[in-house]
């Protein structure tokens, strides 16, 4: 099976951390936070996985080189400008659509989900696209689910007033599984975000669907968040 890691963004949030490093490329415990991703992914039967590069691509290019040191083989995807989440799947619709479902992860969320659990829940619905849902409140994200966990509502940064009378706690964690159906879906050409341009539209075909995080995760999106992560973070061995 096939995934793909988005490694492209500069993390800016996380200041002078990130001023010459990749975000992906910052130590979680005795490894890169993207080697983490990777041998999960590993574990999980995803054995191709495709990294959208942009800035200082050499870094990730030389620490992982083809894959084969961690049993994967890696395809690398260089972005000159960036395309956005969902324009930087697009550029690897021909990669991505060779595998039913294939699954995409933030560069910078770790977890211990259970991607196996996860995959039978997205062919047993037919799902377009499954999305990881985790409960925060206040979050950049809102998703509200049917009693079948079938996504009917999808806020993404909402204003105060979008939000008033949204009764949910759900969120989106970063991860999904796709059907290479959902490729077609997604414009070429411009700038475009999975969340904010791709799963909205998706409500209406009544196959987009949410599965509950069981497992650990975290979005190292802050310096505080590392921190966290680098206590708590379980470092399974895969």
Known sequence: MRAMVLSAGFGTRMGDLTRDIPKPM?????????????????????????????????????????????????????????????????????????????????????TTQDFSAMLRFHREKNALATLLLHQRAKSNSVVTLDPGHRIIGFLERPSDDARRGVVSQWVNSGICLCSPEVLERIPSGPVCDLPRDIFPKLLSTERLFGFPLTGYRCAIDSPQRLLEARQNFPAPQS
């Open 26 to 110: 910052l130590q979680l415990r005795d490894r890169p936070i993207l080697e983490w991703i990777l041998r999960h992914l590993r574990a999980h039967g995803f054995d191709e996985v495709a990294l959208n590069l942009h800035f200082r691509p050499e870094l990730i290019r030389g620490h992982f080189g083809d894959g084969a040191a961690l049993g994967l083989k890696l395809a690398y995807s260089h972005e000159p400008e960036l395309l956005g989440t969902a324009g930087g799947v697009k550029k690897m619709e021909a990669f991505l659509s060779q595998s039913d479902p294939f699954l995409v992860q933030y560069g910078d969320v770790v």
